[in-house]
């Protein structure tokens, strides 16, 4: 963009900024407000000055929590009051909630008429449960209080208030430090939000549910996420922008950093790039197997590669490449060991116009990976699929039958009741050491799904009841409890349910959406005999939209009840339309 940003100036009164960042809850990637619950609050309080970002962060704490609702509803106009008109003067920031300490020690300072200092040494024997010195403020502060005209029962009521809020209320001026900088990452990502995601995803490159979650970000915003390329990847996750060169808001894309290839180390990276800045673009594996230094670039650098898509535009596929590799290296170091014997220049050998054609011929003729397979080779030197998903086939019925997904669970409540949907990733299987199932066998397996990955416990009595139906790659429902003992939360398993089963175990509505002008009776007919097709319990209903362009909703006859599987759905699509069949949870 080649300008220079002063954040420390930027206005801290943008609505964009506040309302279309904060108040819609699209804060992930932004600092001390990404988390789900934090975003939940968000787009109940809908903020639009900093101050209430201050007082977001600083109630999103254990204690305070408890207030969240009466200060949501108090900035969204529900009256409140305060015993002195000098308590009104301090709480008005934040609708007479007692937020912050500095609140509290201007409270016992002027309203008490407590000295800052001991005020501050108030707070501290609060948090320390030290009743001695508790006992002599108190009195103290009440003695304050009725020389100010209040009664002694409401100054006593007042300093009850105080007791109970300053054991955790949080400090202003670092609650205000940590907004500011949450409001300039989220002014950089509203104002330049391809250049945030690739330095966020630079930043998180060793943390692969990070990298997943703030890939489903990007998706989100409209920001593709590419592959890496031999010949457009850096080390680190960059910009790219199409060849015309506007740098225009989400005009750009982000390519894939090298360096984010397990087994690809920074040497290699910067062999490779150094390489590059001499020849130009790679025409062929052999090319890039003559011009990089292969003591850097070495087998498995060049296999994590090829598994990861980075030679897929220097013709063959990754199967071929994989199987020819290794010949494509003996020549680069026969070329690379003429070089040392001063026999010709590195960046001159093998320079003909023809190395993509002799590199297609060379390359050995072998079947093509599955497409599972390949995606199972991107899983392993990314950490997750990049091509694509094996979710991705199930998005609809994943997203219909499930309660929350893998990125929300930081945001529920502790034995909250789900349904999550995803993939069986991989399987610790363990034996119980104590309690009454001392000795019994439990599981604990990590389901994927397209936000990123969660654990799920299966203790035994379940785990027996499910007999082989635990396996690695297995798409299905786990009905079951939050547990967030732990840092990351985890999900403790009641029932499996894999993805054949859930239309009948998680039964739907199913709603089609039809346009008058276009129903004729072959499309009824056509439809009725879909239904009768797939019988079942789920309940079909249609929203028609008339010519005079009003929309009548109507429930179809029960004996067109329906059995929403997969076949169903896409049968059903191609009949009203992709976008026009919805399937909702009872």
């Known amino acids: 963009h080649n300008i220079d940003i002063d954040i420390e100036s930027i206005d801290i009164t943008d609505q964009n900024v506040l309302g279309g960042i904060f108040g819609k809850g699209r804060t992930k990637g932004v600092f001390q407000f990404e988390s789900g619950g934090m975003r939940d609050l968000l787009m ?8 209430d970002l201050i007082a977001a962060n600083a109630l999103y704490r254990p204690g305070p929590m408890a207030l969240i609702g009466d200060f949501v509803d108090r900035k969204h106009g529900a009256k409140w009051d305060v015993p002195h008109p000098i308590m009104r003067e301090v709480l008005e920031e934040t609708f007479g909630i007692m937020v912050y300490q500095e609140q509290v020690m201007r409270i016992c300072n002027r309203l008490g008429d407590i000295p800052l200092r001991r005020a501050y040494g108030l707070i501290k024997a609060i948090s320390k449960k030290n009743r001695k010195v508790i006992a002599r403020e108190k009195e103290r502060f009440i003695a304050g209080c009725i020389a100010k005209k209040l009664k002694e029962q409401e100054a006593a009521d007042i ?12 400090n202003k001026s670092h609650a205000t430090r940590y ?12 104002y330049y939000p391809v250049e945030f995601m690739a330095s966020l995803l630079t930043y998180e490159m060793g943390a692969t549910d990070k990298v997943v979650e703030y890939i489903g970000e990007c998706k989100s915003m409209g920001i593709d996420v590419l592959p890496p390329e031999i010949n457009e990847s850096f080390s680190d996750f960059t910009v790219v922008y199409s060849a015309d060169g506007e740098h225009k808001k989400q005009s750009g894309v982000i390519r894939f950093g090298l360096a984010a290839v397990k087994g690809v180390g920074e040497k290699a990276v910067e062999q490779i790039i150094a390489a590059r800045e001499k020849v130009g673009r790679f025409k062929s594996l052999y090319h890039f197997c003559e011009k990089v230094d292969l003591r850097a670039a070495n087998k498995q650098v060049i296999e994590a590669m090829i598994k990861a898509g980075a030679f897929d535009h220097l013709g063959g596929s990754r199967a071929q490449m994989m199987a020819g590799f290794e010949k494509a290296m003996q020549m680069g170091a ?5 070089v040392q014997k001063g026999q010709m220049s590195l960046f001159d050998a093998g320079a003909s116009g023809d190395d993509a054609d002799r590199d297609h011929e060379t390359l050995p003729k072998v079947a093509p990976w599955s497409e599972m397979q390949m995606l199972t080779f991107e899983k392993e030197v990314l950490g997750f699929y990049v091509t694509a998903n094996p979710l991705s086939r199930h998005a609809e019925t994943i997203n219909v039958y499930s309660t929350t997904d893998t990125s929300q669970l930081d945001g529920l409540a502790e034995g909250a009741e789900i349904v999550i949907g995803g993939m069986v990733a991989k399987i610790r299987r363990m034996v119980t050491r104590n309690g009454k199932n001392a000795g019994a066998k439990m599981a604990v397996f990590e389901l994927e799904d397209l936000q990123g990955s969660c654990e799920v416990v299966v203790f035994p009595r379940i785990l027996e009841q499910l007999g082989d139906r635990l396996k690695v790659d297995r798409i299905l429902f786990v009905k079951g ?20 089963e859930a239309c009948d175990k998680l039964a739907a509505n199913v709603w089609i959406r039809l346009n008058a002008m276009d129903v004729t009776k072959e499309h009824i007919a056509r439809i009725r005999d879909l239904c009768e097709a797939h019988r079942g319990k ?5 929203t028609l939209k008339t010519n005079s362009g009003y929309r009548i909703e109507a429930v179809a006859d029960a004996k067109l009840s329906v059995r929403p599987d997969e076949e169903f759905y896409k049968k059903m699509e191609n009949a009203v339309g992709a976008g026009n069949i919805e399937l909702r949870r009872r």
């Open 44 to 51: 109940k309080l809908k903020p639009d000055r900093l101050e």
């Open 334 to 338: 026969s070329v690379q060991a003429d």
């Open 179 to 190: 907004s500011f900088i949450a409001y300039q990452t989220a002014w950089l990502k509203y």
């Open 159 to 170: 300093f009850d208030l105080i007791e109970r809020f300053a054991g955790y209320g949080f």
């Open 538 to 542: 789920s309940i079909l209903n249609v």
């Open 481 to 500: 409890t939050v547990d967030c003992r732990r840092e990351n939360p985890n999900v403790i398993c009641d029932e499996l349910i894999e993805i054949e």
